[in-house]
């Protein structure tokens, strides 16, 4: 579990470059940025939907949404419905996921759409990019498959073994849940 983010792995923690000087939120320099494209109320009750360089602070802190988050929330939604659970204990999950969600930073980029699996009621904690071919390899043949669900069988298209490697190892992002232990990954080109 990160010591950070919950949710990303702190080896797999990336923080902004040196371009991005301070938090768009608290406007303080000299920490460490991560993005997130995002939104928030400010106190003048007007909404800001232009921040994109945020501390940790004011990740977890101010109240702060994905720009596209009804997207991922839906996901959630999905999940939950398959997990036969009650409907107030599927209330409660999915206020909890949609927060751990929103204080989570842009990581990975995900090209497409926010895709963290989920797991055992929870969402999967991101490990990072495969470091070069032969992980990408080992990893997408004993991985599952994500795409908004489990995919039970990894589509032939993803054996990249055949099919060689895609453009870029970041297209690929790996996940592990730290209940069951399982791990995941996605593909987004
Ligand atoms: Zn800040
Ligand atoms: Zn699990």
Redesign the pocket.
């Known amino acids: 579990m990160g010591q950070i983010f919950e949710l990303i792995a702190d080896q797999a923690l990336e923080t902004l470059d040196s371009y991005y000087t301070e ?1 768009h ?4 320099e000299n920490l460490d940025l991560y993005t997130y494209q995002g939104k928030y109320v400010m106190k003048n009750g007007e909404i800001d939907d232009d921040l994109y360089a ?2 940790e ?2 990740i977890k802190n101010k109240g702060v949404s994905h720009i596209c988050d009804f997207q991922y929330i839906k996901t959630i939604e999905g999940y939950l419905e398959s997990e036969n659970l009650g409907e107030n204990e599927k209330e409660i999950l999915k206020q909890q996921l949609t927060d751990k969600y929103q204080k989570t930073p842009d990581i990975p980029i995900f090209l497409q759409y926010t895709d963290r699996p989920l797991c055992c009621k929870d969402i999967t904690e991101f490990k990072g990019y495969p470091q070069d071919n032969p992980d990408l390899y080992q990893k997408t043949d004993s991985f599952i498959y994500w795409e908004k669900k489990t995919i039970a069988s990894t589509p032939e298209a993803y054996n990249f073994k055949n099919t060689g490697p895609p453009e870029s190892l970041r297209e690929v992002a790996t996940f592990h849940c730290k209940h069951c232990n399982k791990n995941y990954f996605t593909f987004q080109f």
């Not at 939120?25 to 303080?28: A, G, K, N, Q, T």
């Open positions: 938090c939120i608290c406007e303080r945020l501390c602070e004011c």
